[in-house]
């Protein structure tokens, strides 16, 4: 059987950044991803450009989009009315999550809004027939209790309507199939997407990875160990790794992978021809 893919871009805050997005989606989606979703700032900071991107790949690619959707930030009013608009202009596909404060600040639920991600999704599904994702810790989630706990909070979160979670980003393959094994203990039937993402330099990955609570193998910093990010044996690394991630979950009855790709082409375009051309 074949590996299906889906991708993620971030919307573009300059005139260069959305030429260099656009560029990317546009080779990206003639590969015949699943979906592609786009993501929502920390604190709801792209709030117009996110929809702006969202329409704008919706009328243009024959792929279905989905818009994040954060509770951080805003009221319930805020989000419902936000996410009404989307559903009134054909994009019926969400990310919820609860989002991230701005930088340097803990989270703190607004006064009027959703707490948590799970009362986001219960109230959509009772508005408007959505399609909606949440989102998965490998590792668990940095700021949960105990494993257990996160897992609880991602059941709930598929049982009050969510469709499939995707994961945050990791690059030990046993850690995710170690996670799907837990999630079917638990009682969760629903799919549950690995999220990788392309080493297209490695000390910014390491620090996105520190910020987001996710663990890189010992392995990985002796690889790249004073390798520069334009150096070829970098992408020939990366190239590796990334295709033993997909080999390794594929062998394991993995059928679909979600791509960050950081708005880039290098590497993911290459592993989703792998991927289209009857892995």
């Known amino acids: 059987m074949s590996v299906k893919f889906s991708l993620e871009f971030f919307p573009p805050k300059t005139k260069g950044a959305y030429h260099s997005m656009t560029q990317a989606v546009d080779e990206l989606a003639h ?136 994961t945050q980003f990791f690059f030990d393959p046993e850690l995710y199939l170690r996670f799907r094994d837990s999630a079917a203990k638990a009682g969760i039937e629903k799919e549950i997407i690995p999220g990788l993402v392309p080493i297209l330099n490695f000390r910014k990955i390491r620090n996105f990875a520190e910020k987001c609570g996710a663990p890189i193998p010992n392995f990985l910093h002796q690889m790249f160990d004073g390798v520069g990010d334009d150096d070829t044996n970098h992408s020939l690394f990366a190239m590796n790794v990334l295709s033993h991630q997909v080999t390794r979950l594929a062998g394991e009855g993995v059928r679909n992978i979600h791509f960050y790709t950081l708005n880039e082409t290098l590497l993911t375009s290459q592993i989703c021809r792998w991927l289209k051309i009857g892995f």
């Not at 991600?117 to 989102?135: G, N, Q, R, S, W």
């Not at 700021?143 to 996160?150: I, M």
Request: glycine fraction near 8%.
């Open 31 to 166: 590969l015949g991803p699943e979906f592609m979703t786009v993501t929502y700032g920390a604190g709801g900071s792209t709030k117009d450009q996110t929809r702006k991107t969202v329409l704008e790949l919706a009328s243009k690619y024959d792929c279905p989009i989905a818009a994040h959707l954060t509770a951080v930030g805003a009221s319930r009013d805020e989000i419902c009315e936000i996410a009404s608009d989307y559903y009134n202009n054909g994009i019926d596909r969400l990310v919820v999550l609860r989002g991230d404060p701005p930088p340097g600040e803990k989270y703190v639920p607004h006064p009027d809004g959703f707490p948590f991600a799970v009362d986001c999704v219960e109230a959509l599904m009772k508005l408007h027939d959505f399609d909606i994702t949440v989102a998965a810790y490998a590792e668990g989630h940095p700021e949960a209790p105990s494993l257990s706990f996160d897992m609880d909070n991602l059941k709930r979160k598929l049982d009050a309507g969510a469709k499939r979670a995707i």
